[in-house]
DNA sequence: TGCCGAATCGTTACCGGAATCGGTCGGTCA
DNA sequence: TGACCGACCGATTCCGGTAACGATTCGGCA
């Protein structure tokens, strides 16, 4: 028997149903869409629900058999400099795709990262998309593919976003860009522009991106024939103090860089607040560049020339991989960077 | 007679009582937490558990009358200058009273908006909170009580954050911050300096939190004994294209201000830009002070004296308040702001 | 007139937990 | 020694949908 509405309770179908005269399953029908209903039968059960104010319990449908209809994104703090950019992209497709977006954090810390993807296990997350970070790269790969393969069992699929993929045979869809060739391309930019003693500031120990980035700016070199002076590649964090700090002690020590090539914008901008408190001009005696193009590059003075990394389809990409997989799409997608020439660098005055 | 696990499946409640030789109920208790259960008993179904794998389906959990545990986050945009940080806020007090966090974006149209808050009430949030962005505020109020009174019939609270009040007798939970506060100070601290002609740049028509900042304006105005100039007072956007377009226009028609208050530290970026442009010295010719202090006002050169906004405890705000409501809490809460000193305003020189 | 298949709609059986209810068992207290 | 209490556990029912299958109606056509 139909279960009569009582007053206090939010309706349902069956109450929809007792209203419009029909079974709960023609409504679900209406609602569905995907199936013939007589007009004259769909307009009655429309106006029910209208009448009623009816909305289905997302939970019960999910329950039943239906998918969550939901992607979960877990990143490491929402307030880095481009995370919001991935974090909008991976809306929008989400929205796009009738989706809707859970949003966790981490702090970058491993432990918080596990008790987050159980949590995500728990809600049966279509797809579960882990966002940068740093990692220390010994436990990282098996934490991953153990993460791939739980998420796996649970009905999810794992997505790893600007993230090394974990190796083969793991249950997981990776989408990354392509760090090295940025960085070769403004290596190259600079050797082109004359430059020879090309520092790197910000290379973080134990961290895949500055690893490729750092092969790039050596491919460069070798193809301009050029040979990599190690004492200018200097070790340090992706933030404003490590890139300044690491600037004056490149400066104490020696101080015939032409150009320095920051690991992020971040960097740059303490490379360009250093250079500054020594009197040091930019672009004119020092060029300098970055990584990222996060908005600030923009912003700072002189405006940083640095190469783009696409976040916001980094996000969309991660959405769309991890909900439509097949045979003929890939697992693994790799997208492409491009440098943004603006006022930081020169051609090198002789 | 309990479900034996077939394969393929995902193990259920039943498959851990069929293996931990229980009920179902007895594990439902020993996942709980809050009835006793033997030592014995407690340890045989947690070793099953570990065994299968199992994880709880959180949607069959909601569906069978427990909460959600689940907070939605609705903003016009990730990537505005402070929503990250106000989705921090959010993000983090949900993590600590163990909710999840939706998000959902609106891009600023209130037809979407609708449509988000339909989803969201599909989801069962426990709270829903919307997050600032411009108001037509002549249909504002009715929309707002309108979302209110449909959220709360499907169980969830709504939460207006850094948006007017919708009124009494709304079901709504509101945190605001001190907008005149805020522009009253800032204010005061310019007329303290001996500034007597204050341009405020950036008025925005129609939009609550310029009324607001413009009353504070005035008010201290009034206090000081100083007439205000209506001239002084500029229209515009919350972009930095409009601070620079309504400064040129500003000393075009009159260079007489001595202090420019912007309405938001982006518009006080184009400030600066439109002043350097004129060869006019900030602090020394002219102070800039902004409102909002997001991480771009200690970049900015000088260095931006601005009203410090706290966005990321009015998300922290919001949930406290939308999870523990009771008689003694209030519905409403209007956190403190304060001017933060930088480098972008000096007293009147004479 | 009678058969057949398409269009519609209902029935039944879950989905995976939580809560209610009731019952057993060991021990305390008068 | 018997009433009583609290710890402990299981059967049952319900939550609000969906999938699979069955039933019914009706027009077309032989």
Redesign the interface.
Same mark, same amino acid.
């Given at each position: 028997m139909p279960r009569r509405s009582e007053p206090g309770k939010?309706p349902t179908l069956a109450d929809v149903a007792e209203r419009a005269g029909v079974s709960a399953m023609t409504v679900s029908r209406v609602i569905a869409g995907n199936y013939p209903v007589a007009p004259p039968t769909r307009s009655k059960v429309l106006r029910a629900m209208r009448d009623l104010?009816y909305?289905?319990? &997302?939970?019960?449908r999910? !329950?039943a058999g239906a998918t =969550?209809k939901t992607v979960a994104?877990v990143l490491d703090?929402?307030?880095?400099p481009f995370?919001?950019?991935i974090?909008?992209g991976v809306?929008?497709q989400a &929205?796009s795709e009738g989706r !809707?977006?859970?949003?966790? =954090?981490t702090h970058g810390d491993p432990e918080r990262e596990l008790a987050v993807v159980?949590?995500l296990?728990?809600?049966?997350a279509e797809a579960v998309i882990l966002v940068g970070g740093a990692q220390d790269t010994d436990t990282y790969t098996e934490r991953m593919a153990s993460f791939a393969r739980?998420l796996d069992?649970?009905?999810s699929r794992l997505v790893l976003c600007g993230r090394p993929s974990p190796g083969p045979d793991v249950p997981a869809t990776v989408v990354e860009y392509d760090n090295e060739g940025g960085a070769y391309a403004m290596t190259a930019y600079l050797l082109a522009n004359g430059h020879r003693r090309i520092a790197y500031v910000g290379r973080e120990p134990g961290l895949s991106t500055t690893d490729e980035r750092v092969r790039g700016y050596r491919r460069a070199h070798a193809d301009h024939g050029v040979a990599v002076d190690e004492g200018l590649i200097r070790p340090g964090t992706f933030t404003r103090e490590s890139g300044a700090a690491a600037t004056e002690a490149l400066w104490d020590e020696r101080g015939d860089a032409t150009a320095v090539f920051a690991a992020t914008d971040m960097v740059a901008?303490g490379v360009l607040k250093a250079l500054r408190g020594r009197g040091v001009r930019v672009p004119e005696d020092v060029s300098v560049v970055g990584f990222d193009d996060i908005?600030?590059a923009s912003?700072?003075?002189p405006a940083l020339t640095t190469v783009h990394v696409p976040h916001e389809q980094l996000g969309r990409e991660a959405v769309r991989l991890a909900l439509h997989r097949g045979p003929d799409l890939d697992d693994r997608v790799v997208l492409g960077t491009h440098i943004v020439v603006r006022d930081s660098a020169a051609p090198l005055r002789p």
């Open positions: 939010r104010d909305v289905v319990n &997302a939970h019960a999910a !329950l =969550t994104l703090d929402a307030t880095g995370f919001a950019f974090a909008r809306e929008q &929205a !809707l977006c859970l949003l966790c =954090t159980e949590l296990r728990e809600q049966r739980a069992k649970s009905g901008a908005p600030l912003d700072l003075t």
